[in-house]
């Protein structure tokens, strides 16, 4: 029991003993009633005997064969489970591979396109500077140390609202789902500046680790490839203009008029459809709904 339990979750030992314990209880019950069935006949010492029998055998019989089966099926779940967190994830940062960020960020653009008042953005692309020299002075395993303070920062940064990428080598992605203009620039200044203070003590008596950042916030519809290309060149632009930097632009696929245009026929369209409920409500005499027009 003890291996087991190293190697399952309580959760999972409490499954195999309800498996188990099921699994035995049937096995009996169906025992008992074919016993009953054609033994009945033959008179009740002959019946007595029977049914003892019929008991104790499915209990010795069932209770290894479930147990050894659940156990079987919860390893295999197990690994199941660690197969696709391989397939998700940076083994070494713990951030979303390039393939997994990619899917989750494609499918909330997704979801936005479908909405009439969707939320507002922001993709950051981070490089790490210098991350050569890094590892040529200081060892791989310094290197090692950097992306991985470099991803903790931008976690602790993001919270729940978004999702952290590594995009490969020492490139990453952090996509905020509601992003304001006044707060994703402050986002992205506070982790250039938390990985340059963790940076200090990778590597003492060197340059710090540093990153450089670019961001564009926007507006949807959009396109991922789109938008990746736009923080894309805000990146080069900071890592030009003297690196450890954050560069910020703020991008819609409408132009100012074309998109005030969008909003007001966004907002007049549920003010149709609100007024439309209303009128035929009051044309069946009835209150109007409070909630028509949310």
Same mark, same amino acid.
């Given at each position: 029991?003890?291996?087991?339990?190293?190697?399952?979750?309580?959760?999972?030992?409490?499954?195999?003993?309800?498996?188990?314990?099921?699994?035995?209880?049937?096995?009996?019950?169906?025992?008992?009633?074919?016993?009953?069935?054609?033994?009945?006949?033959?008179?009740?010492?002959?019946?007595?005997?029977?049914?003892?029998?019929?008991?104790?055998?499915?209990?010795?019989?069932?209770?290894?064969?479930?147990?050894?089966?659940?156990?079987?099926?919860?390893?295999?779940?197990?690994?199941?489970?660690?197969?696709?967190?391989?397939?998700?994830?940076?083994?070494?940062?713990?951030?979303?591979?390039?393939?997994?960020?990619?899917?989750?960020?494609?499918?909330?653009?997704?979801?936005?396109?479908?909405?009439?008042?969707?939320?507002?953005?922001?993709?950051?692309?981070?490089?790490?500077?210098?991350?050569?020299?890094?590892?040529?002075?200081?060892?791989?395993?310094?290197?090692?140390?950097?992306?991985?303070?470099?991803?903790?920062?931008?976690?602790?940064?993001?919270?729940?609202?978004?999702?952290?990428?590594?995009?490969?080598?020492?490139?990453?992605?952090?996509?905020?789902?509601?992003?304001?203009?006044?707060?994703?620039?402050?986002?992205?200044?506070?982790?250039? *500046?938390?990985? =340059?203070? /963790?940076?200090?003590?990778?590597?003492? @008596?060197? %340059? $710090?680790?540093? &990153?450089?950042?670019?961001?564009?916030?926007?507006?949807?519809?959009?396109?991922?490839?789109?938008?990746?290309?736009?923080?894309?060149?805000?990146?080069?632009?900071?890592?030009?203009?003297?690196?450890?930097?954050?560069?910020?632009?703020?991008?819609?696929?409408?132009?100012?008029?074309?998109?005030?245009?969008?909003?007001?026929?966004?907002?007049?369209?549920?003010?149709? *459809?609100?007024? =439309?409920? /209303?009128?035929?409500?009051?044309?069946? @005499?009835? %209150? $109007?709904?409070? &909630?028509?027009?949310?």
């Amino acid at each position: 029991m003890k291996s087991l339990e190293q190697g399952l979750d309580r959760r999972a030992i409490i499954w195999i003993m309800n498996w188990t314990f099921s699994g035995t209880a049937g096995c009996t019950a169906v025992a008992l009633l074919i016993t009953y069935y054609y033994i009945a006949p033959f008179g009740g010492e002959v019946m007595a005997t029977s049914m003892r029998l019929a008991l104790f055998i499915p209990l010795l019989l069932a209770i290894p064969l479930f147990a050894f089966i659940g156990i079987k099926l919860q390893q295999l779940a197990h690994a199941n489970d660690l197969l696709t967190l391989a397939s998700r994830y940076d083994g070494l940062t713990g951030c979303l591979n390039r393939a997994a960020f990619t899917s989750d960020v494609t499918a909330f653009f997704a979801e936005q396109d479908l909405k009439l008042s969707p939320a507002m953005s922001a993709l950051m692309v981070l490089d790490a500077d210098h991350f050569k020299r890094i590892n040529d002075c200081h060892g791989h395993l310094a290197g090692d140390q950097a992306l991985v303070a470099i991803a903790t920062e931008m976690r602790e940064a993001v919270g729940n609202n978004g999702r952290v990428g590594r995009l490969g080598g020492e490139e990453f992605g952090v996509f905020v789902f509601h992003a304001r203009p006044e707060t994703i620039g402050a986002m992205a200044e506070r982790i250039r *500046l938390a990985v =340059a203070e /963790r940076g200090q003590a990778i590597a003492p @008596g060197a %340059e $710090p680790v540093t &990153v450089s950042v670019g961001v564009a916030l926007f507006t949807y519809p959009a396109q991922y490839e789109d938008i990746f290309k736009i923080a894309d060149d805000q990146l080069y632009l900071a890592k030009n203009t003297g690196r450890n930097r954050v560069c910020l632009v703020e991008y819609s696929r409408l132009p100012g008029d074309i998109k005030a245009m969008a909003s007001q026929l966004r907002e007049g369209l549920a003010g149709a *459809l609100t007024d =439309a409920f /209303r009128s035929g409500l009051d044309d069946r @005499g009835e %209150e $109007p709904s409070r &909630v028509a027009g949310r």
